[in-house]
């Protein structure tokens, strides 16, 4: 089936550091994969997205690369902030039956100043 | 825009109670989502609407669950009766089709059941 997985958290970084999110996915067919982020109280924001093979979402200093030899598409930041502390889901929309979207189970962030 | 609106922000209700879920979706957004969001299974899709239509409540957990959409300004999530182990944060989110189909979620309802 159709699936999403995403290294387990909780992540916990000092101000600065680089940051790698890991998420691999399962799908059938050519799916638009997405990260999105959800901070203390609040629901889910897209962060950046990438629809095909190659591409490359950014935002915010964040970026990922759709890699469908690996079936990845891994989170990096170069230097992270405190503000960046929040949960990290990655997601991946099927392109056919419905538009559903599959999320993975979420990757906690922390950073310390 | 005022971005997805979902009311109440809290619900504290005693089991056996029917809750009443509220979503305003973003204006002129086609879809429609209700997630449920646990720690111990994440981020679960309960059903989805195109255009005011149910196209997917494959999620949806049992009959005491129940979705509509009146028109496109509006969507419930009722359960009835309540349980304690629906004691969750439900969101409500809505996207459009040629925009990518990113979501645009709402804050969230933190429903607890005692």
């Known amino acids: 089936g159709n699936s999403v997985t995403q290294m387990e958290g909780p992540v916990t970084l000092s101000e600065e550091a680089f940051l790698t999110i890991n998420c691999t996915y399962t799908a059938t067919g050519y799916p638009s994969l997405f990260w999105y982020v959800q901070y203390p109280g609040e629901g889910l924001q897209l962060l950046l997205k990438?629809?095909?093979?190659?591409d490359k979402g950014s935002n915010k200093g964040f970026e990922a690369t759709y890699r469908k030899e690996t079936t990845s598409f891994h989170l990096e930041k170069g230097s992270v902030q405190v503000s960046d502390s929040a949960v990290y889901f990655c997601?991946?929309?099927?392109?056919?039956?419905?538009?559903?979207?599959?999320f993975g189970a979420g990757t906690r962030l922390f950073v310390k100043a | 825009d005022a971005g997805v609106i979902q009311s109440p922000r809290h619900e504290v209700t005693e089991m056996g109670q029917e809750v009443t879920l509220r979503c305003k979706p973003i204006?002129?957004?086609?879809?429609l989502f209700w997630y449920r969001q646990t720690m111990m299974r994440g981020l679960e899709l309960l059903i989805y609407f195109n255009n005011n239509v149910p196209i997917d409540d494959s999620g949806m957990p049992e009959d005491r669950f129940s979705a509509k959409m009146p028109n496109a300004s509006f969507s419930t999530l009722k359960i009835q009766p309540s349980e304690p182990r629906d004691s969750a944060v439900y969101f409500c989110?809505?996207?459009?089709?040629?925009?990518?189909?990113?979501?645009?979620f709402g804050p969230g309802t933190r429903l607890t059941v005692t």
């Open positions: 997601a991946l929309r099927l392109n056919t039956g419905g538009f559903k979207t599959i």
């Open positions: 989110a809505s996207s459009l089709w040629n925009l990518g189909y990113e979501q645009y």
């Open positions: 204006s002129g957004h086609d879809y």
């Open positions: 990438a629809t095909k093979a190659d």
